[in-house]
């Protein structure tokens, strides 16, 4: 079926008056920007249009706009840049460059398109994804460029997002998106930061819906750490509740319904060899209990595979078949999953695959409102009568049962042959996620180097990195883990050991002993002996932009820590001054400091509390004086010792 | 059968230190004893830390035409340790230009099941091939079956393909074995450089160079073929290649050859590609390349005119002319002409300098351009003629009989100042005559200067203002001159944030930040910290820090085991540090820093010396510290003493102020 005539007719026009006046281009002079765009800002969309005709399998994109590049920290949005793969194609790319007053000094030359494979600018090894560039090389501020080309797509399971600001320091002075679509494919849409001066129209004329959003002279804003998934940054994403791929229809009406779909893309793909399935049972035949087979498997999965990604045309969405993976010993998240998943099913265990956002950025993790196929991971789900195992396939250190930063504490969608199920994996609190310090020093006035034995339990999500290190063998990594945690800037280990431990619940310990000679610790003048022992403990997220907060301040991870420095004073010396107690208690902290003198021995004592939850921006002024107050407390136990 | 193979591994056993004549006893696709040997081991003997040892490695190319085409044929074998740490290994990446062909790819992966020997071979269909950019493709494959104990073997041939020129014997792995022949006919001039540990044993016949066991070994005969000569090279138990501290390119470091090729000569017949360099500056670079450079060129002469003005002063002139073009051109990746680039207002580096160059001849400054490899690329060598080794081009003028050089493509450093990493030392002159020049970093001089200052504001007053204030030299202002051009917001809120950077004493709040110069580059970009310290009034003693700024504040050298390449300084680095104080009438010197020189090499190549002057009268202290260092290499013989010197330097940054309540 075809767009009708008229309204297709009515968008071309609308959309090539809106950037003419009267058939002349328009010319964009720098002058005519706004102060207040200007401001802050490194380069002004000065107007961009996105025409979006979306039908069942395929979307039709015509993207044209234009930037004033104001210096040459925004030259890198002065560039044509868009990507295409086996699912699309991109044609009609057209360009000119205008300088400040307004003049066009270039056009655009098709035959200097340059078209690469986009091999190297991610973690994939092999796919289809290619790019197409066009860059003026211009650099006489400022300049404006103007860009406009056409993307077809035939499939719809993937709408791009409506993201017209690319960049906190670029500024917008016009965006305007016109969608239109069949009145019977509804589009899920979730809408953020679209301000009430946005105009919105509907058209239904016939069988289409025509909408369209314009939004006008957004500013350019300093950037707000730590805000989750609150952000000022206006955008539309959307979702065709009927789509297609890759010839396959698929609905996403709801969570069971677009889980179905994947249900369907991944199904049958988990059988194994005979030879392998009699593997998988020799191997567990002889335990008895469920957790401990699971376990057995993830190991030898651990132990056999690693992590590859080929993901070229629809094996970008769907797994490579099981037995393959056992073959060539390699996949990615899809295909470890499901061969993981055969490996279960092998010794009758069932298991679901599970689609996720994963990683730390929050702005794109899945709602329950907004049904949608944000995921960028799978990860595999083993319900028990009276548990979960969840098993991150991709990872060669991590236990059976525990995910760790990549994947934890979000929604996730659990793909079963009833469909979908939107569900949360696991969070890791501070009862479970803590570090437990214990360092003796001893001080050798006379001597180069000082002894210190380093004795430190990290547990759940704070041994994430060093257990994998350690299940690495890798002595370059352990010495860069040492280094970034030692606090001393000169040191020796003499000798060291770490030990992993897990827990009734699963979850991961790590036990790091060093002995440990540290230079540089004391200087001896006349008089004293002044001993400077660095903490170097940065315990919570600097935030501080030097500007007013705006967002909420979201600490999505509850940790504590509890350090003891037992310092050795040397004899015939005795303690002149030493660092005061320090206690409080807020929103975002408990901190307790505290130093006792016993004898020959001085204790220091540090109990750290950071509490999960999203807080006001009001309490932002509270934050940054918290963050300080225990910064400056973290960094040196310095001692004087008088002679 | 069982004494055959008893014997086999007695000799594999024996060959724990030394290797048998070649390789091929320890093809493990056609040895068995050898590959079960290696699938047992658990561990690399020698580099227990090893992640995968390269049992062999062979390299063979064949230079089939002239223009650089050749056919090679690559083979690698290796023991994998630690499978999740070798994915350079594991996952092969092969990029060729698209008239070439990649072919004959085998891979096999043999592992110890059960205590069997499981064979995985790559699938051709696992072979992926990507159309990189235009002209070059990439050809990509994972190696099958890999885990802790593999044994890989992968081999592919390149017909048609870029010359294999150079071979890297030394990886970051142990190597075992590894070679490398080059077959090219004997009318072709080549001179192989070859950079090694231990020299190698020449050989004149082939078949006794096969037979060798020593640890470095080259053979240079005519093959069965009367026009080809084979050249060939061996390397046996080589380590791992360890990145030290001050090492500026690690790969001119690494064991390698490299062939370069010089033409070809015949009966009656000689093409050198460069016969020496004077000829080769006069006919193809003065006369041909940069010849519209030294032409009269008078549409320059508006140009200049807008920009000397009435200045007379001639270093003034040619300071203006090239900070014209330094801001007036932009760097972009397009070459254009000389009498393009005021009106495109953008060109490459090279065209940037040619301009520089056009417009100090017609100004009547003696001129020339500079052809330099930087420190990334091997060195420009006065015999050897390697014209692919230069990478960059720079111009030289000079002023009252004084040589400047100038980049006026770099964008962050003034007249007189290259990127350091030009100063390679030797490069070539193109003018008229030609010649060379030395570009030692002796020439780069990194000046900077230190000062703190503690005041009271007014006389008894418990509230003191404290100044400090940092001059950086050319090289250190690079990054925060950038740093502050682009955001210097966030750059205030870091250095209030990291106020440990600064060692600020307890109490001190900044006030105020601000710099000087941060756009004109002739000038010292200076950074200034202002702020207020109230002196705590209910305690005793109070110890303060004064070394605010150090030139290190850890050991740059931090490998205690020996060390084996020389300690390379980019430039020479002078650093002048002053701290002021003066101490509140309520308060008394308990306590100052000592006194300390340092003097490191004969004739000295680094010097320390700190002086503090702690007057009771005036209630004042005074410390200054200067650190300089030469651009001298240091051999590693030395880097003992050297570090030695570092820590005495870094005890007395340690020391304290003491001032005591009176």
Request: hydrophobic share 35%; glycine share 4%.
């Amino acid at each position: 079926m075809h767009i009708h005539k008229t309204i297709y007719s009515t968008i071309l026009i609308l959309l090539s008056l809106s950037n003419s006046v009267f058939g002349q281009k328009i010319s964009y002079p720098a002058s005519e920007i706004a102060p207040a765009l200007s401001l802050n800002a490194d380069a002004v969309v000065r107007y961009d249009s996105t025409f979006m005709k979306v039908e069942m399998g395929v979307v039709q994109l015509v993207h044209k706009y234009a930037i004033t590049i104001l210096n040459n920290r925004g030259d890198r949005y002065a560039g044509f840049r868009e990507t295409y793969s086996s699912f699309n194609t991109i044609s009609n790319i057209k360009g000119r460059l205008i300088n400040a007053e307004g003049k066009q000094i270039q056009s655009l030359l098709k035959n200097k398109i340059l078209d690469n494979s986009a091999f190297g600018s991610s973690i994939s090894f092999h796919d289809d994804v290619r790019v197409k560039s066009y860059d003026f090389m211009h650099r006489a501020y400022p300049y404006t460029v103007e860009f406009e080309h056409e993307l077809n797509s035939n499939s719809s399971a993937y709408l791009p997002v409506w993201f017209p600001q690319a960049d906190s320091r670029v500024a917008v002075e016009r965006a305007v998106l016109n969608l239109i679509y069949y009145k019977t494919d509804s589009i899920n849409f979730k809408l953020n930061n679209i301000p009430d001066s946005a105009t919105k129209k509907n058209l239904a004329q016939g069988s289409y819906v025509y909408k369209i959003w314009t939004l006008t002279d957004i500013p350019a804003f300093a950037y707000e750490a730590n805000s989750g998934a609150s952000t000022p940054f206006p955008y539309i994403r959307m979702m065709a509740q009927n789509f297609i791929l890759s010839g396959m229809k698929g609905s996403a009406d709801s969570w069971q319904a677009l889980g179905r779909f994947y249900y369907e893309l991944n199904k049958d793909r988990d059988g194994l060899s005979a030879i392998a399935v009699t593997k998988m049972k020799e191997m567990t035949d002889t335990i008895p209990d469920t957790y401990q087979k699971v376990a057995r498997l993830y190991r030898h999965l651990q132990e056999n595979c690693r992590y590859v990604a080929n993901e070229y045309g629809i094996a970008g969405w769907q797994t490579f078949k099981a037995e393959e993976v056992d073959k060539v010993g390699y996949g990615d998240c899809k295909g470890l999953s499901n061969y993981m998943k055969a490996m279960l099913q092998a010794i009758g265990i069932p298991s679901h695959l599970v689609l996720i956002n994963a990683g730390n950025n929050a702005l794109w993790r899945s709602e329950a409102s907004f049904v949608n196929n944000s995921f960028n991971h799978m990860i595999l789900c083993v319900p028990l009568a009276n548990d979960t195992i969840w098993l991150e396939c991709t990872s060669t250190a991590l236990p059976a049962g525990y995910l760790g930063t990549f994947t934890y504490d979000r929604p996730a969608l659990l793909l079963t042959e009833n469909g979908g199920v939107f569900t949360q994996t696991p969070a890791y609190d501070k009862e479970k996620s803590f570090i437990d310090r214990k360092v003796e020093i001893w001080l050798e006035p006379g001597k180069e180097s000082n002894r210190i034995t380093w004795n430190t339990l990290y547990s759940g999500i704070v041994q994430d990195d060093l257990l994998y290190i350690y299940k690495s063998k890798s002595a370059p990594k352990r010495k860069k883990w040492q280094k970034e945690i030692l606090p001393f800037k000169s040191y020796e280990i003499e000798k060291e050991s770490y030990e992993t431990l897990s827990t009734k619940g699963k979850i991961p310990q790590v036990k790091e002993q060093m002995n440990i000679l540290a230079e540089h610790l004391g200087v001896e003048s006349g008089k004293r002996y002044t001993v400077d022992i660095p903490l170097r403990l940065d315990l919570m997220a600097d935030i501080d932009n030097g500007s007013e907060r705006t967002l909420p301040i979201n600490i999505d991870q509850d940790t504590r820590y509890a350090l003891e420095y037992k310092i050795n004073l040397p004899e015939g010396y005795k303690l002149e001054s030493r660092p005061g107690n320090s206690s409080f208690k807020n929103d975002f902290v408990s901190f307790d400091y505290t130093i006792a003198v016993n004898g020959a021995v001085c204790t220091v004592s540090i109990n750290f509390q950071q509490n999960k939850g999203i807080f006001p921006a009001a309490k932002y002024k509270d934050y940054i004086e918290t963050e300080h107050r225990i910064k400056s407390s973290l960094s040196t136990i310095s001692l004087s010792l008088l002679k | 059968m069982c004494t055959t193979r008893i014997a086999s591994f007695l000799v594999l056993l024996s060959s724990l230190c030394g290797f048998t004549s070649n390789a091929q006893n320890f093809r493990v696709e056609s040895n068995q004893d050898s590959l079960l040997y290696y699938l047992k081991s658990e561990a690399d003997q020698q580099y227990p830390d090893a992640d995968a040892t390269i049992l062999y490695n062979l390299g063979k190319t064949e230079l089939v035409y002239s223009g650089g085409i050749s056919n090679s044929k690559y083979e690698i074998a290796f023991k994998v340790y630690n499978a999740s740490e070798i994915g350079d290994l594991a996952d092969v990446i092969i990029p060729h230009s698209s008239g070439g062909k990649i072919s004959k790819i085998e891979a096999t992966t043999y592992n110890l099941e059960n205590g069997k020997i499981v064979e995985t071979k790559l699938e051709k269909s696992n072979i992926l091939i990507d159309e990189y950019t235009i002209g070059v493709d990439v050809v990509k494959f994972n190696i099958p079956g890999i885990k802790d104990g593999s044994v890989v073997r992968y081999t592919y041939t390149c017909e048609f393909g870029p010359l294999l020129y150079s071979w890297d014997f030394q990886k970051n792995y142990p190597v075992r074995f590894s070679r490398f022949d080059f077959y090219a006919n004997k009318a072709y001039i080549l001179t192989p450089k070859v950079n090694t540990d231990i020299p190698f044993k020449e050989y004149s016949s082939l078949k006794k160079y096969n037979q060798s066991k020593e640890p470095a070994a080259s053979c240079e005969e005519m093959t069965e073929y009367q026009y080809q000569i084979a050249r060939t090279w061996t390397r046996r138990n080589i380590a791992p290649f360890n990145k030290e501290s001050f090492l500026y390119n690690e790969k001119i470091y690494k064991e390698r050859v490299k062939i370069f090729y010089n033409g070809y000569a015949g009966n009656g017949y000689y093409y050198p590609i460069v016969e020496n360099w004077e000829k080769f500056n006069k006919e193809v670079w003065y006369d041909k390349t940069f010849n519209m450079v030294f032409q009269k060129n008078q549409f320059l002469d508006q140009t200049l005119k807008s920009i000397i003005g009435d200045t007379r002063d001639s270093i003034e002139i040619a300071q203006k002319i090239f900070y014209h073009v330094q801001n007036e051109i932009k760097l972009n990746n397009r070459g254009v002409e000389i009498d393009q680039i005021a009106k495109l207002k953008a060109g490459n580096e090279m065209s940037i300098n040619k301009y520089l160059t056009a417009l100090y001849l017609r100004a009547g400054f003696t001129s020339d351009i500079i052809l330099l490899s930087n420190k990334y690329f091997e060195k420009i060598d006065p015999i050897l003629f390697n014209i692919d080794d230069l990478s960059n081009i720079v111009c030289r003028v000079v002023v009252k009989n004084v040589s400047y050089v100038a980049s006026a493509s770099s964008k962050s450093l003034p007249f007189g100042y290259l990127p350091l990493s030009y100063y390679n030392g030797y490069a070539r002159i193109v003018n008229k005559e030609g010649g060379a020049i030395n570009l030692t970093p002796a020439l780069a001089i990194d000046n900077n200067n230190y000062s703190v200052s503690l005041k009271p504001l007014k006389k008894d007053a418990a509230d003191y203002e404290m100044k400090v204030k940092v001059e950086y030299g050319v090289y250190s202002a690079i990054g925060i001159r950038e740093e502050w051009n682009k955001d210097s917001l966030a750059l205030i809120n870091r250095i209030k944030g990291n106020s440990r950077d600064y060692n600020t004493i307890e109490g001190f709040k900044v006030n105020k930040i601000y710099v000087e110069n941060s756009k004109d580059l002739s000038k010292k970009f200076s950074l200034i910290i202002e702020g207020e310290l109230k002196w705590a009034q209910n305690v005793g003693n109070i110890m303060i820090e004064p070394y605010f700024f150090k030139t290190f504040s850890e050991n740059p050298l931090k490998e205690k085991n020996k060390r084996k390449h020389p300690v390379e300084f980019d430039c020479v680095t002078v650093n002048k540090f002053k701290f002021f104080m003066q101490l509140p009438d309520h308060f008394e010197i308990d306590e100052v820093p000592e006194k300390k020189t340092l003097v490191f090499g004969s004739p000295t190549l680094l010097s320390f010396n700190n002086t503090v002057i702690a007057n009771e009268k005036t209630n004042t202290i005074v410390i200054n510290y200067q650190y300089e260092s030469a651009a001298t290499p240091i051999p590693e013989t030395e880097a003992e003493d050297l570090r030695n010197f570092f820590n005495e330097m870094l005890k007395t940054y340690a020391q304290k102020i003491v001032v005591k309540r009176k």
